[in-house]
């Protein structure tokens, strides 16, 4: 089991940062990969990033490509997304996700454990 926890969700202004944080326990957490999903009212969940075991490889949706940055701490169980030049379409429930291969994944059924999410608000 992997336990996983969210944080650093908020309200901010369009054009503003929020660096969210995901903190992991359980089995080993650098062989997981990582994936970052979010689900806005009325909307299907959405791949937001993913992240391979080692932190080297990264994959981004096309909606978020060149704003948010993934990233992980293997020492730390932590895995982050800096989330840069924020839009109100950015607004949505924010969840982390742990694969149990090391691979990338944007496909969120391909993933194992999932965090309770965080709020994400951009007002305009």
């Known amino acids: 089991q992997v336990q996983l926890v969210e944080s650093g969700g908020g309200l901010v202004q369009a054009g503003g940062s929020l660096r969210l944080s995901c903190a992991a326990s359980?089995?080993?957490?650098?062989?997981?990969?990582m994936g970052w999903f979010r689900q806005a009212p009325g909307k299907e969940r959405e791949f937001v990033a993913t992240i391979n075991w080692s932190g080297g490889r990264t994959y981004y949706g096309d909606s978020v490509k060149g704003r948010f940055t993934i990233s992980r701490d293997n020492a730390k169980n932590m895995v982050y997304l800096q989330m840069n030049a924020l839009k109100p379409e950015d607004t949505a429930v924010y969840y982390c996700a742990a694969r149990g291969t090391g691979s990338r994944s944007t496909t969120d059924r391909s993933y194992d454990y999932w965090g309770q999410g965080t709020q994400v608000t951009v007002s305009s």
């Open positions: 359980g089995r080993t957490f650098s062989n997981y990969a």
